[in-house]
């Protein structure tokens, strides 16, 4: 019996700790062009995890912003901030199976030159507080973070713009956070949780997270939830080969709107895409028409940003 084919549903998910810089309008507009090329649905959730960095007043600027550029969605979830108690259902399911467990290493052990790393320096967590017993978990007096316990096996997944990525969980990861030790809940585990009660069917988000999908694809299996197709975008560089930053306030949309209309913008950012042979001024809707995921660049892109320079 041929497995029914689920209606598309993509999403933009931005933390709302700034103005969109250049790097969040190109995913935001492939997101988009993605769905709106085959009357799909798409989702806008706020994800703001962190409170103490995000603000509602970021939030509607996010909305406005993405107005100002034609990006429109069908509908907004609640903000991650409201769904503390979603979090903990779930986070309750993954205890009932004995896959989490109390983490009580410090940043500077997790971080030293004797634990395991990959070759881009990022650590692989060794299980060091997996096998505690209960005696030595209560000689701690700090509050403990939690780990959920990985399988050593691979998770495989093939990318519209990657191509195939594989993963070992356990020798190229180890056991990942799902909750900090202040109770707030980790990426990993909030975004897995959304997109599944959202219904979404494709995750579109920079080349930076393409190492948290087979994490995410666990999670998905542990919990229940349809696996979504992905496609992790370029990364936006500087001429020095830096990525653009909220951090460094690359070319935010604050100064862009001031500068150029709307069709510039998305003009210029199609034709680093690939989608235009020549920087011209173009609506969301009209590039939307000719959309397809074999015309958008595989590499990351050096912007050169000094057109919009005055």
Known sequence: MEKEKLPLVGRFAPTPSGRMHLGNVFAALLAWLSVRSRDGELVLRMEDLDTQRTSPEFAQILREDLTWLGLTWDRETPAQSTRSAVYDACFERLAGMDLIYPCYCTRSQLHSVNAPHL??????????????????????????AWRLQVPDREYALEDKCCGSFRQNLSRECGDFLVRRADGVYMYQL?????DGLSGVTEVVRGRDLLESAPRQMYLQELLGFQKPQYAHVPMLLSADGRRLSKRDKDLDLGQLR??????QLLGWLAYAAGL????????ARELAKDFTWEHVKKEDIFADTRCFYR
């Open 119 to 144: 070759s881009d320096g990022t650590y692989i967590y060794p299980g060091t507080c997996r096998e505690l017993t209960q005696a030595q978990r209560e000689g701690f007096s700090r509050k403990p």
């Open 190 to 194: 909030a975004v897995v949780v959304d």
């Open 258 to 263: 001031t500068w150029m209309k709307p069709e």
């Open 276 to 283: 235009l042979d020549k920087i011209d001024g173009v609506s």
